[in-house]
């Protein structure tokens, strides 16, 4: 069975004035695969990140989604064709409730920039859809409640369902579960193992016990390359990344 690559780099390189982060880095993601991204700080993950997701460009190289070359999309054209990234809260959003926010987002999808008040009747669908989204986060009880008022755990997971909610194709998620306790990094991690399902996920995470349970597939940045990239197993016990990072 040979497994499809969704979303591919090939070469990928980047500098910042003297710095190169990385160069030519050649990353593979199979569709439906829960992928995890480690390395130690400073290794370049987030700048992977904003590379595939169009927020910085790059030095040299490609990125491919579904084999086309999306290298000089926008953000939003990548977004459109399906690759999404989380975002932090920001101030706007922690005003508003979840239902504002994912209506907002759903809004924005469907090209119904700036509804009005007297559109709101033909927003039905949206606003199902968001009550769906929010049943299944589990966050039906505060659908109304302002952000900024709910535990971090409930925030991290809004950040989930408001990219998830524009039918990625591939969920970029960078550091998901910061500012949550070990325990409660667990739970996200867990709830977001059933919820997206089915969805491929490149996520980026520092705690290894969460990275050996959630991930199918993990790729090791370290020293400007890609040391390593396999299962959690073949990670675990593979001799260059136990070195080099896992510190034993
Ligand atoms: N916009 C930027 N300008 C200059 N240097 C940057 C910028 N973004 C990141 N860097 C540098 O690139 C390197 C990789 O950063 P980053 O991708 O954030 O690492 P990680 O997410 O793996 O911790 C670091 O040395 C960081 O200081
Ligand atoms: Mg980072």
């Avoid at 070469?11 to 993601?29: N, P, Q």
């Avoid at 920039?113 to 986060?137: G, H, V, W, Y």
């Amino acid at each position: 069975m040979s497994a499809e690559v969704v979303l591919q780099t090939c070469g990928l390189a980047k500098s910042f004035g003297g710095l190169t982060v990385f160069a030519g880095l050649d990353l593979s993601v199979e569709r439906g695969e829960r992928h995890a991204l480690i390395g130690p700080n400073g290794a370049g993950k987030s700048t992977l990140v904003a590379l595939v997701s169009g927020l910085l460009a790059p030095s040299a190289g490609r990125v491919l989604l579904d084999g086309r070359d999306i290298s000089r999309s926008t953000p939003q054209q990548r977004v459109k064709a399906g690759l999404v990234r989380s975002f932090q809260i920001n101030s706007l959003f922690a005003s508003l409730s979840p239902l504002e926010s994912l209506l907002l987002a759903l809004c924005q999808r469907d090209g119904l920039a700036r509804p009005s008040l007297r559109a709101l009747p033909k927003l039905a669908p949206q606003i199902d859809e968001s009550q769906t989204l929010l049943a299944r986060f589990g966050l039906g009880a505060v659908a109304l409640t302002p952000t900024r008022q709910l535990p971090y755990g409930q925030q991290r997971l809004l950040e989930v369902a408001l990219a998830y909610a524009l039918r990625p194709q591939v969920l970029l998620l960078d550091e998901p579960a910061a500012g949550l306790s070990t325990a409660q990094g667990h739970a996200l991690f867990e709830q977001l193992a059933t919820l997206t399902a089915g969805t491929t996920v490149l996520f980026i995470e520092h705690d290894m016990a969460i990275v050996f349970r959630y991930a199918q597939r993990v790729s090791v940045l370290a020293g400007g390359a890609l040391l390593a990239q396999g299962s959690p197993d073949e990670i675990r016990s593979h001799p260059a990344v136990r070195k080099a990072y896992l510190g034993h």
